[in-house]
């Protein structure tokens, strides 16, 4: 089975809907709101520095990577609420928000992976 590493997680290409030479999205396993997913590099990023790059800034991976989170109008009665909802989905037992099926996660990305056209994609 093919996958991608993410920091010390290996992501199956199923759950894989973007992929170009340098970097690749998946959908997540944890989402706090429909549609959370994830980009990041294929390579690991050695410029940045514990400064700009770790747990301060609330990261649990150690592995460059950006959230695209999407919002909609009173989703979290407070904006910011959302912030202690990411926080209890990276808690590993926590059962409010149990991981979701490889079922469910490759449904997302095939629907996903259906705005997208690249020549460098292969999901094999
Ligand atoms: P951060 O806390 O910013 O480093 O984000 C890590 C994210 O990776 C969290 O949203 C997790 O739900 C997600 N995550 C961890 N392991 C996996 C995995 N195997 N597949 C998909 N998403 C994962």
């Known amino acids: 089975m093919k996958t991608y590493t993410f920091g010390p997680h290996l992501i199956r ?8 030479k ?3 999205g998946f959908v997540n396993l944890k989402p ?6 994830l980009l990041l590099t294929t390579f690991v990023y ?4 514990s400064d700009e790059d770790g747990p301060e800034a609330g ?5 460059c990577h950006l959230h695209i989170i999407p919002r909609k109008v009173g989703d979290w009665a407070n ?16 059962e409010e928000r ?3 099926s490889f079922e469910e996660m490759e449904k997302e990305a095939n629907f996903l992976r259906s ?8 999901y094999n």
């Open 13 to 20: 290409a199923s759950q894989v809907f973007f992929l170009s």
């Open 46 to 49: 050695r410029d940045l520095n």
């Open 115 to 122: 705005f997208f056209q690249s020549d460098d994609m292969n």
């Open 79 to 94: 904006n910011d609420d959302i912030y202690g909802e990411i926080d209890k989905s990276t808690k590993v037992d926590n």
């Open 32 to 37: 706090v709101a429909n549609g959370r997913i």
């Open 22 to 24: 340098k970097c690749f």
């Open 98 to 100: 149990p991981p979701r």
């Open 59 to 63: 990261q649990t991976v150690p592995h």
